[in-house]
């Protein structure tokens, strides 16, 4: 365990209501006051309501952890509802061969969504859920309504869907609608500047957006400083533009110069 930034080997004491952290640190953390919850390679990040960030970080190994994960997913605070999940459903609009109904709970943190079933223990971040919306899947050959939930993972567009009885997935949509609401738009774009996002979004470079919408770079430049202010798009590379000194002149005018006869 993290004591201070310096890592202290210790037996860390769990059950349904507290986790128990030994000296030096000294402290009972109820899992109803942790409110969220990640894990960083083999360090789980804990936070209690209350205070600002991550306060308590436990290393271990993977097997320990995922005892701990699941004992505190559903013991913490935060929305929690036994349903059926099937996550990553498709990634980059194909569908996952293995992708399977898995049974389970769905528990919303602070700023994050957990799925945990017996096997599995999936993390999506808050701030990279793209879509909330409730639509219908072929579930043992007949069609049901589920939640569909669309978020970013490593640039591409990853779904989860979620099942549950007809008389708490209203609930469970309007939960996670509110609980990603300050991630939506608040304001719309222009018509170009939309197009300029969906070109982005399938893939195009700066350069072939500029030829197929037939505008300039400073004004593709202006649209994107937009889309940066709205947290819409993020710089990945900058494109450099240069001109050629003396030096440079002096060289290709050497370099074209018809070879000397003589």
Known sequence: MDNDGSWVAANIQVD?????????????????SIDDLQQKKNILELSVKGKEGPIYRIASVPKALTILKKVILMGCSGY??????????IRGG???KDARW?????????????F???DAQICLPIMDVSAIQKTTRDVQGKKTEVVKIDHVEAGDVTTSYVLCPPTTLEVLFNYLTDATKEISMDQDLDPVSAQVAMLVYSG???????NMLERSNPEIEAIYDRMIELGMVEVVLTRR???LTTKGVRFVTEAVKPPSNG
Request: hydrophobic share 50%; charged share 30%; glycine share 4%.
């Open 94 to 96: 194909v569908m996952m």
């Open 16 to 32: 349904e209501k507290v986790i128990r952290l030994p000296e030096p640190i000294d402290v009972d953390i109820p899992l109803k």
């Open 116 to 118: 945990v079933g017996q």
């Open 80 to 89: 929690r509802l036994m349903a059926y999940f099937m996550s990553p459903a």
């Open 241 to 243: 533009e240069v001109k």
């Open 102 to 114: 898995e049974k389970g709970a769905i528990v919303v943190l602070k700023s994050r969504i957990w």
């Open 204 to 210: 195009m470079d700066t350069h072939a957006i500029e």
